[in-house]
């Protein structure tokens, strides 16, 4: 299926340009649960970012998984892109129960699978499902409901569906709701695993055919980058580097490089070139950034 962005565009793999950011926030408030820094809320900063992120390392898309309730702001995600000559993917559904909006998703699976097909065909037009979050091994009935609806509007609309596994736990939970639910394993990316510390969770979910999100680089405070790099040479060893995505997760604004934070192009610079160090070759480097989230977004099985 082709790509849906902000701008209208819908863009064959091969129309994109360059590199990908699998999981960012352009616009995002989560402020609600009482933590006043918990917001990306400084426009030019984020565009300069990407500007700069394109001119230096190739940025052509990015996908802002800022969900129903998580504050996020379409149309100034939009203005950001175009400032900085990027495409966005915008993004629908639910994160974990703490941040879910007054009444949503519900008890009703058909209910909410209704409601994120409405925003799709008819709302802000999202190409991506996501992030879809549960926040501990096992979701919470609200959850559950967010991801079975998830997996209903993806195969309603032919939309990819990604998740917030919190700290990395449940991630095999989540797939195997997803797939329950009838959606290819190659239309999952399950998220934040380079949170924790599991190669055999790693490996099975690439295993099963779904995408192993490393999406968090940069955040030093949850993982040192060694350990991130450790745990993804571990998963290309074991056969898996076509089920492997790559971001930074920017989700405050102490995180922008004019805060003293990594900033949007840390996963595609330094990080890159420690990778590259490691003796990932050019090849793989560009499945990671580049031709496996393609691959995820459209669903297709290319060799």
Same mark, same amino acid.
């Given at each position: 299926?082709?790509?849906?962005?902000?701008?209208?565009?819908?863009?064959? &793999?091969?129309?994109?340009?360059?590199?990908?950011?699998?999981?960012?926030?352009?616009?995002?408030? +989560?402020?609600?649960?009482?933590?006043? #820094? !918990?917001?990306?809320?400084?426009?030019?900063?984020? %565009?300069?970012?990407?500007?700069?992120?394109? %001119?230096?390392? $190739?940025?052509?898309?990015? @996908?802002?998984?800022?969900?129903?309730?998580?504050?996020?702001?379409?149309?100034?995600?939009?203005?950001?892109?175009?400032? !900085?000559? @990027?495409? @966005?993917? +915008? #993004?629908?559904?639910?994160?974990?129960?703490?941040?879910?909006?007054?009444?949503?998703?519900?008890?009703?699976?058909?209910?909410?699978?209704?409601?994120?097909?409405?925003?799709?065909?008819?709302?802000?037009?999202?190409?991506?499902?996501?992030?879809? $979050?549960?926040?501990?091994?096992?979701?919470?009935?609200?959850?559950?409901?967010?991801?079975?609806?998830?997996?209903?509007?993806?195969? !309603?609309?032919?939309?990819?569906?990604?998740?917030?596994?919190?700290?990395?736990?449940? $991630?095999?939970?989540?797939?195997?709701? +997803?797939?329950?639910?009838?959606? &290819?394993?190659?239309?999952?990316?399950?998220?934040?695993?380079?949170?924790? /510390?599991?190669?055999?969770?790693?490996?099975?979910? #690439?295993?099963?055919?779904?995408?192993? %999100?490393? /999406?968090? @680089?940069?955040?030093?405070?949850?993982?040192?980058?060694?350990?991130?790099?450790?745990?993804?040479?571990?998963?290309?060893? *074991?056969?898996?580097?076509?089920?492997?995505?790559?971001?930074?997760?920017? *989700?405050?604004? $102490?995180?922008?490089?004019?805060?003293?934070?990594?900033?949007?192009?840390?996963?595609?610079?330094?990080? =890159?070139?420690? +990778?590259?160090?490691?003796?990932?070759?050019?090849?793989?480097?560009?499945?990671?950034? =580049?031709?496996?989230?393609?691959?995820?977004?459209?669903?297709?099985?290319?060799?």
């Amino acid at each position: 299926m082709p790509i849906r962005t902000a701008s209208g565009r819908v863009l064959a &793999p091969a129309d994109v340009p360059g590199t990908v950011l699998a999981h960012e926030h352009l616009v995002v408030d +989560l402020t609600r649960q009482g933590d006043p #820094a !918990a917001l990306v809320n400084d426009d030019a900063a984020v %565009a300069a970012e990407l500007a700069a992120a394109r %001119a230096q390392h $190739g940025l052509g898309l990015v @996908v802002d998984l800022t969900g129903r309730g998580m504050g996020g702001d379409p149309a100034r995600a939009r203005a950001i892109a175009e400032r !900085a000559g @990027v495409e @966005v993917v +915008l #993004a629908t559904g639910w994160y974990y129960e703490r941040f879910h909006p007054d009444g949503e998703p519900g008890d009703s699976v058909e209910h909410a699978t209704a409601l994120l097909v409405d925003d799709i065909r008819t709302g802000i037009r999202p190409g991506v499902i996501g992030e879809i $979050g549960s926040s501990g091994e096992q979701a919470s009935p609200a959850e559950r409901v967010g991801l079975l609806a998830s997996a209903g509007a993806a195969l !309603a609309t032919g939309l990819s569906v990604a998740t917030h596994a919190h700290l990395g736990r449940g $991630g095999l939970e989540q797939l195997d709701l +997803l797939t329950g639910a009838g959606l &290819p394993p190659r239309r999952c990316c399950i998220g934040h695993q380079d949170l924790i /510390d599991d190669t055999g969770q790693h490996r099975a979910i #690439a295993a099963a055919g779904a995408y192993v %999100a490393f /999406d968090t @680089v940069g955040k030093a405070s949850y993982q040192p980058d060694e350990k991130r790099i450790e745990l993804l040479l571990a998963l290309l060893e *074991s056969g898996h580097a076509r089920h492997l995505l790559l971001s930074n997760d920017i *989700s405050r604004d $102490g995180y922008l490089t004019s805060r003293g934070g990594p900033g949007f192009g840390h996963v595609l610079g330094p990080f =890159r070139a420690e +990778l590259a160090a490691r003796g990932v070759d050019p090849p793989t480097l560009d499945l990671l950034y =580049r031709e496996n989230a393609l691959r995820w977004l459209d669903g297709t099985e290319r060799p």
